[in-house]
Structure formats: C-alpha cells, structure tokens
C-alpha cells in the first residue's frame, strides 16, 4: 500500500472513497468543499492510503490553523487496519505542523488515548437569546428569521471562503456567520461584546452562540452579559438539520504539550464547520 498527499487529480477516487464512509449530502461530498479546505497548503492538506489497484482505502485530513495541523476526516477500510498506516499518514501531515485534534466521539477519543495523546478541558459554548423575544422556546427561537445583511457580507478571510456560509463583518470588527434560517448567528470572533449584540439584535436575530477553549478568559465577560452555557438554554448545537437537545460535547486533544494560554477558536479543525455543525 502506497501513502502519500493528495491532490486535485485523485478527486474521482476520492468521491467514491467519500460516498462510501459518509453520509448523504456531506461536504466533502463535493469538490468545492474539498478545495477549500485541503486545496491551499497555506491551510490544510490531505493524505491518503492506496492498495494494490490504487483505490483508495484511508484517509487523514489536516486544518492548518494556530501553528498545528489539525487531525479530521480520519478513516481507513479494514483491510489496511492494523498495519501501521495510520502512523504513515499522521507522519505526513505532522511534517506540516504539530498535531492536535477535536474529538466528539468515543471511537475518536479511544484513537487518540492509544496514541497517548494529551486530552484538555472540553470545548464550551455560550448561548445568549434576543431579550427582547417573549416567547423563549426551541420552536420560537430557533425558527426562521428575516434579516438584512447584504451590507455586512464579508468572504476576505479563508474560512468565510467556506462554501455554502454566510460570513458578517460587524461594525465593532466582530465576525460572525448567519444561520438565519434557523434564527441566528455564530460568532466567530467579537470584539467588543456590547456594540456586537446590540447590532446583532438591532438587525432581527432571535440567538447568538460562541464555542471556545475552556480556558479563554473571555467567557467572563459572556457570563456577565448573561450568555449561558449550551446546555442550559434551547439553542442545540447541530442545526443542520436542527436536532433538539443536541449540545456541543467536543474534546480537544494534542499529540505534545502546549502553552497554557492556548485558545481554541471556532475556525480550527471541523467542529467549526458552519452548517452541518
């Protein structure tokens, strides 16, 4: 079996490879979502595993951001399990950059404390819905709602590149993506919290939610303006299709030790995939 990186040009394999382990209607189901995220070696690549009829049979992805390579998309078929492939693909992006992940999943988690990888503080995501709504309930807050964003659109920065989103650049320099479909937007970055969430009520949305590291200070700041921890508000994590009472519970994991003040920001690795996320 044969590893090596991929490019444009084993796109065909790929979509077969890509329909067979994912489900209907999945990103990577598409050659656009494919290019932007490995496309550019400036912010990810991705590595594959051959067998003897040069079909493909593995696959490990990486998210460049943050100074690491960001492990996602990891799937090998049976047959070449247990044979050390892994370790070659890894091998292949850590040339790139040290290796971390986000897991949600037990078999992830079980993968990476196999691998004796450092597992961190799960991720946290804060939750703040329009004061101004009387009506607080899932069907009421997380409907469909109308807005004007037109003179806010921003697509400069790679992730807003993301095929299929809807990237905002706020007038306090703030960016955020709408999901005004199902009522609201998620902040990417904010930096001024106030002038952030009166412009985002001003304009029509029903919620706003942020996902980071535990420990970035700026949560106090979130507490104090009344944002509340994902669980504890009607706002589910996975919104496409919006599932109830599905709440982010995501791990954050590296191969080596990093420093402490290290923050998890919603573009690395997929759990910030707007959309399917």
């Avoid at 494919?34 to 003897?52: A, H, T, V």
């Avoid at 890894?90 to 004796?116: F, S």
């Avoid at 902040?187 to 985002?200: G, K, P, S, T």
Wanted: charged fraction near 25%; glycine fraction near 6%; hydrophobic fraction near 40%.
């Amino acid at each position: 079996m044969i590893t090596r990186e991929a490019t444009i040009n084993d796109w065909d394999e790929l979509f077969v490879f890509f329909t067979k382990i994912y489900r209907k209607n999945h990103p990577l189901h598409k050659l656009e979502f494919w290019k932007w995220q490995f496309g550019d070696p400036k912010f990810g690549r991705s590595f594959i595993c051959l067998n003897e009829n040069k079909e493909i049979v593995g696959h490990v992805g990486a998210n460049f951001q943050g100074g690491l390579a960001w492990i996602i998309n990891v799937y090998l078929d049976k047959e070449c399990r247990g044979k050390g492939v892994l370790t070659k693909l890894y091998a292949l992006a850590r040339n790139y950059y040290p290796l971390a992940a986000t897991a949600a999943n037990e078999a992830g988690l079980g993968l990476y404390r196999n691998m004796r990888w450092i597992r961190y503080h799960d991720l946290v995501r804060y939750v703040k819905i329009n004061p101004q709504l009387e009506d607080k309930s899932f069907h009421s807050v997380c409907k469909s709602t109308p807005v004007n964003v037109k003179h806010l659109l921003n697509a400069k920065s790679h992730y807003f590149q993301q095929p299929g989103i809807k990237g905002l650049l706020f007038n306090d320099g703030s960016k955020a993506v709408s999901q005004e479909h199902v009522g609201g937007l998620r902040a990417v970055n904010i930096v001024d919290l106030n002038a952030f969430e009166e412009q985002v009520w001003m304009l029509g949305y029903s919620w706003i939610d942020y996902i980071t590291s535990w420990n970035d200070l700026e949560i106090k700041k979130l507490e104090k303006n009344e944002w509340t921890i994902d669980y504890k508000n009607v706002v589910p994590w996975r919104l496409n299709p919006v599932e109830e009472n599905y709440f982010c519970d995501i791990t954050f994991l590296s191969e080596k030790p990093l420093d402490n003040e290290f923050i998890v920001h919603r573009n690395f690795s997929d759990h910030g995939r707007i959309g399917s996320l």
